[in-house]
């Protein structure tokens, strides 16, 4: 993404963002990271979840391939191991004696994963230093800044977004399902991101495809010009709202 560093910096100017956006590619050829300046091959064990922290807080462009020392269930989930019904059998009794009530319901969760092709290698890289075009455009963010973003992408063209929980491994549900069906996703990390990956209390992670970064920061650019902007400017529940509410709805406010 060649213009990756100025838009970093226009969405941490809106939206006051504590950490970096994370860009993700699913790569068919691994020698394709021989390509990518100042990539850092994970060597230790670790789950995914730990990946994005790394990139988002320490600006670490990292790659990962089927070799790498991630658990093996995190590969699946991110296209670096085939989704098969042994491996779907493997997670199903730990999964039903931990987040399920029963291994019909953890077989249930297991198939509703959005997966996407399974690949040779992945590519983790902070917003800023990515040169190159990514799959998935991750950002982190508290409630507000994200519902910031979404009305951004409504005020350049309205459309109804819609949010999936898949429970644990709920980087699925951020980064599968944007890659699978091409749209914003709206995710509540789940446990794992929260204890291994630093997730914070109040983020939440909305996943975007590259091409609706571009009409998110319009959008914003257009919304802060109406006046609505982050940090949310408090009215108060005790006040009379009609002179502040003037500002934005003139045409309004007294009728």
């Known amino acids: ?27 068919d050829d691994r020698s394709m990271l021989d390509k990518i300046e100042g990539v850092v091959l994970v060597e230790d064990t670790h789950t995914f979840c730990q990946l994005p922290f790394m990139v988002r ?13 991630v658990l093996d269930r995190c590969k699946r989930l991110h296209a670096l191991r085939p989704n098969t019904p042994e491996e779907m059998e493997k997670e199903t009794l730990m999964l039903s004696r931990t987040w399920f009530g029963s291994v019909e319901d953890a077989l249930a969760q297991q198939k509703d994963y959005p997966l996407m092709p399974t690949g040779e290698a992945v590519l983790l890289s902070p917003l800023f230093r990515t040169s190159w075009e990514p799959d998935v455009i991750s950002i982190f963010g508290n409630p507000a800044q994200i519902m910031m973003i979404l009305c951004g992408l409504q005020k350049v063209k309205y459309e109804k977004f819609d949010f999936s929980f898949i429970g644990e491994g709920a980087c699925t549900d951020s980064i599968a399902r944007c890659y699978v069906t091409g749209k914003p996703s709206l995710s509540i990390p789940c446990y794992g991101e929260r204890a291994l990956g630093q997730v914070a209390d109040d983020e939440i992670i909305l996943a975007l495809p590259p091409r609706e970064l571009d009409r998110a920061l319009e959008g914003l650019r257009q919304l802060r010009k109406v006046g609505f902007s982050y940090p949310v400017v408090y009215i108060g529940s005790l006040a009379n709202p009609l002179k502040a509410l003037s500002r934005f709805y003139p045409s309004k406010v007294g009728n």
């Open 1 to 27: 993404m060649p213009e990756g560093k100025d838009k970093s910096e226009r969405l941490r100017r809106y939206l006051s963002l504590k950490t970096e956006p994370v860009c993700f590619k699913r790569l």
């Open 57 to 69: 807080t320490m600006g670490v462009t990292l790659g990962i391939t089927p070799d790498s020392k």
